[in-house]
């Protein structure tokens, strides 16, 4: 089965976002402000990226949708983090309804192979576990049989951390959460032309099934001051402790990332 993730890298798009603007230059202004592009090429280098690199199972495409609209300076910077990592595509959308663009962009990378076709999701400061595609794809060809007669089926890996970078290092907490962004995939039926996208992922169970597997520590949230679902009041507060020396070799093992390049990315 082809796997393919999907990652919106300040993408100029109409609807997506729980933070709205009226016009798509308002939108520009937000996305492209020096500070946030700043902070998400930090948590992109520091988490994302790391993790796509280091996937021990290197059959699949990673696919970063940006935006025609920006800045030439970012986006050469882009290119070069990403020139290192053969599973990467990324394309340039002009400004349309964020749906329609997303389900585009992964069906233009979608092989028409006549096998279901696993996608996932992640947003520019989330990281999966190194063997994230090789379990997926495992575990996805346990269950064929299973997907036979279905449309689209979940497989939920919901057990993982969510992470705060900063100029000394990392602060972390364990978490169990159903249907987060991060680890979550759905295998979609050869004939269907929907990709992961189109569904909110705390909305999937009730538009399909879902598997759900208790391996621990299988994605990484990022929690900043800039992410898109923490922009409102009432947003969830996690229990979060310093990194120590094992925590730190653990995660270098589980993600691929670097504590040290952390704290010097974040001015430490």
């Not at 919106?8 to 020096?34: K, M, N, P, W």
């Not at 947003?235 to 270098?252: G, L």
């Amino acid at each position: 089965m082809q796997v393919i993730g999907i990652c919106r890298f300040s993408y100029v798009g109409i609807g997506g976002f729980q933070v709205e603007h009226e016009t798509v230059e308002q939108r520009c202004a937000y996305l492209f402000d020096e500070d946030r592009l700043e902070e998400r090429f930090r948590t992109f280098e520091s988490f994302t990226l790391p993790s796509i690199r280091a996937q021990t199972d290197p059959d699949f495409t990673f696919l970063i949708v940006i935006s025609t609209m920006m800045p030439d300076v970012a986006r050469r910077r882009l290119m070069d983090l990403v020139a290192d990592i053969p599973q990467v595509v990324v394309e340039a959308w002009e400004p349309r309804r964020h749906r329609a663009v997303m389900q585009n962009a992964i069906n233009g990378v979608r092989l028409d192979n006549g096998e279901f076709c696993l996608q996932f999701r992640l947003d520019d400061d989330d990281a999966v576990a190194v063997d994230f595609v090789e379990k997926l794809r495992r575990e996805a060809d346990k269950l064929a049989p299973f997907f036979e007669g279905h449309r689209h089926v979940a497989l939920d890996f919901r057990k993982g951390y969510v992470v705060s970078p900063d100029e000394k290092g990392m602060m972390y907490g364990e978490i169990d959460e159903p249907c987060w962004t991060p680890a979550l995939a759905v295998a979609f039926a050869p004939e269907l032309d929907l990709s992961i996208m189109n569904f909110s992922h705390n909305k999937l169970p009730r538009v399909m099934e879902v598997v759900s597997f208790p391996d621990a520590g299988m994605f990484i949230r990022g929690i900043n001051g800039f992410n898109d679902s923490r922009q409102k009041d009432g947003t969830k507060p996690y229990q979060m402790k310093r990194m120590d020396a094992e925590t730190k070799r653990a995660f270098r093992q589980r993600f691929g990332i670097e504590p040290a390049k952390i704290r010097a990315l974040y001015g430490g």
